[in-house]
């Protein structure tokens, strides 16, 4: 299929953050995700924007297993072995550990705003939410994030290189 081929590479991205770093779940997530779309694909090809479809079908797919498998889950800070090309993989490892400790929701939200740049609409509208309640989520999650790590790790991470 053209179009699983096509948006796979992205799908994978957006998955592996909101499952907080874990390789292996994000591509089964990716792979349920394109799953789904395939067996509705004769009505789907008639959508205006398959791949934003996708994308919510991914996170609706997300948080669907996580509340299935939340009296099962085990918390681990192994990460598997990835090629890294950023310019400190402490950093990225970092950020890692910081989504992975917010809930499902908040991470979807954090991961739609700000790594699939969607706007607050767009993100309410795939979490099914309220403008209003993504707001919320993504200053509470924000803010989480910055008590975990501390003020001077974003002015670090932001900083220019000398």
């Known amino acids: 299929m053209e179009f699983a081929a096509g948006c796979a590479g992205h799908l994978q991205k957006t998955a592996y953050l909101l499952t907080g770093g874990d390789l292996h779940l994000a591509e089964d997530l990716v792979q349920e995700a394109l799953s789904r779309m395939f067996v509705r694909w004769r009505r789907l090809s008639r959508v205006e924007n398959p791949a934003g479809y996708a994308h919510t079908v991914l996170v609706n797919t997300f948080l669907s297993l996580r509340r299935r498998r939340s009296s099962t889950e085990r918390v681990t800070f192994e990460f598997p072995e990835i090629a890294v090309t950023d310019a400190d993989p402490a950093v990225r490892l970092t950020l890692l550990r910081a989504l992975q400790s917010l809930s499902a929701r908040d991470r979807a939200v954090l991961v739609l705003r ?13 979490l099914r939410l309220s403008a209003t309640a993504v707001r919320s989520r993504s200053h509470r999650a924000l803010n989480r994030i910055r008590d975990l790590l501390g003020d001077g790790f974003v002015e670090r991470t932001t900083a220019e290189p000398r």
């Open 114 to 126: 700000f790594w699939e740049d969607r706007s607050v609409e767009d993100t309410a509208a795939v």
